[in-house]
């Protein structure tokens, strides 16, 4: 089998047509999801893109791997997707980015210029085409084609409407690849990262203009100031996070926002295309997912952030020939955490103890399994504060509190805060998340059903073995009782 792995950085879970939205125009991902499994309450478990990546990359819930926000390292220690295809014999081939810094540890000294961004390649991924933050290489590409363009993806980007959309960073992507897939025999293993939906809000070319800002919906407007969490109150005072509040610069953001949707779909279209011509369609696991979503003006609030579900509620899509899916939905609860488990079972490789996902493949062939009641996911935000921090760590952990965890269930929303508050929803009554939970034994159940979670999910790589005779218990992966053996 070949493998496809793709990433559609900030893409909403009900912002394509599979999904049911009444406007937007997916033929690509519809397809896909019509010839595999549609996720539909698919989740990322931490945003912004880094903590969101590392989750998917390493099957763990932030609170175990720690990637917190972007430019937090990630241990060297944590297995990958892409360590974890080598082990299963591929070269998986990275186009795009993985936002993963380097651990440390691993610097060579303080004064490793690689200390100085996240900017970095995922342990175990060879390179196709990288694009750093500058995106230097599609700006070069963009100056030998005449366009005057800065270097950095925000300022490079807000310029697409004014270009043609095979000018875009998307089609320069999906061009490297079609290239690299050329010479490439069967049995390859490629990421495809791409940037897009994320903002700036400005699609490339013709679908700037591909929808009309009047037949967008308007967005789930907050609940009234003395409802709100001082978090969400604080995010609506800040210019990077707050939505527009006149309603034709929102009605253009969202109109914005589904034309790079669009503008990806066409791209994808390409990507098929370039492997049915090979032949290799019916030989090739795909897998579409996200890091995260985006508020899109839900609850007054644009990007990625907060515990509202906008921010992580994703796109899912399994494609594997083998299994013959034919179309379905699955409507349990999944997250991006299960990606890399059900990946290593579908290449026949060893799950390892570290991942805290659960592997998909009887739900996506329809067997009735126990499974999950609920989604969970992260958001800490300490970053933003740490210019408050009075006195250095463990004198003042008062940065250990800027963070939240979320429980989706089926009628209930419980969102708890580390400094003690916390916000439950009624999504029975109003599925908006505008409308508490009054009723205390169901608050406290929830709050039960979180901590239950945060137990089961404690970190695994050494608890199921023991140093005894014989040894008994699971080995963690890369650790062989036969090396052991080895030793009186």
């Known amino acids: 089998m070949n493998v496809l792995f793709i990433t559609l950085d900030q893409f909403r879970g009900d912002s394509w047509g599979a999904a049911g939205h009444h406007l937007v125009a997916t033929p690509t991902l519809d397809r896909i999801a019509r010839e595999g499994v549609r996720l539909a309450r698919h ?62 540890f691993q610097a060579d000294g303080f004064d490793d210029p690689r200390l100085d961004s996240y900017d970095g390649v995922l342990p175990g991924f060879a390179v196709g085409h990288y694009l750093p933050e500058s995106q230097a290489t599609w700006v070069e590409y963009l100056r030998d084609r005449g366009y005057d363009v800065p270097y950095g993806w925000a300022a490079a980007l807000r310029g697409e409407p004014e270009r043609p959309a095979d000018a875009s960073l998307t089609s320069f992507l999906t061009t490297k690849f079609v290239e690299w897939l050329a010479g490439q025999e069967p049995g390859w293993f490629a990421h495809l990262s791409y940037l897009r939906p994320h903002p700036p809000y400005a699609a490339a070319g013709e679908y700037a203009t591909l929808y009309d800002p009047a037949d967008v919906s308007m967005p789930i407007e907050p609940v009234e100031s003395d409802q709100r969490h001082p978090l969400h109150e604080m995010a609506l005072g800040v210019h990077a996070s707050a939505a527009p509040r006149e309603e034709a610069a929102l009605r253009q953001l969202r109109a914005q926002y589904y034309g790079m949707i669009s503008e990806v779909d066409a791209n994808l279209a390409r990507v098929v295309d370039a492997i049915e011509t090979r032949g290799e369609w019916a030989d090739t696991l795909v897998v579409v997912t996200s890091d995260h979503g985006d508020q899109l003006g839900d609850h007054g609030l644009i990007q990625k952030l907060g515990f509202f579900p906008q921010s992580y509620h994703i796109l899912g899509i399994w494609r594997d020939p083998r299994l013959n899916e034919g179309g379905r939905v699955v409507e349990r609860f999944t997250e991006n955490v299960d990606l890399a488990p059900t990946l290593a079972d579908a290449l026949g490789a060893e799950i390892p103890a570290q991942f805290d996902g659960r592997v998909l493949t009887p739900l996506l062939t329809g067997e009735e399994v126990e499974w999950r009641s609920s989604a969970h996911y992260e958001w800490d935000y300490r970053a933003h504060f740490i210019a ?42 109003d599925p908006t998340w505008r409308t508490e939970c009054t009723d205390a034994s169901r608050v406290l159940r929830a709050a039960q059903e979180m901590l239950v979670w945060r137990q089961e999910h404690l970190d695994r ?11 008994p218990g699971r080995w963690p992966t890369g650790l062989r009782p036969a090396a052991a053996d080895s030793h009186p």
């Open 388 to 429: 408050e921090a009075a006195t250095p760590w463990p004198f003042d952990r008062s940065l250990s509190r800027r963070n939240l965890a979320v429980t989706v269930s089926e009628n209930l929303a419980y969102v708890q805060f580390a400094d003690g508050s916390y916000r439950c929803y009624d999504l029975g009554l």
């Open 43 to 104: 989740y990322s478990q931490a945003a912004p893109c880094s903590p969101g990546r590392a989750a998917l990359y390493t099957g763990t819930y932030q609170m175990n791997n720690r990637v917190v926000a972007n430019g937090t390292p990630l241990a060297a220690r944590f297995d990958n997707i892409a360590t974890l295809a080598r082990r299963a014999h591929y070269v998986p081939t990275l186009f795009g980015y993985t936002d993963q810094g380097i651990d440390p």
């Open 461 to 471: 790589q050494f608890t199921d073995l023991l140093l005894e005779p014989g040894r």
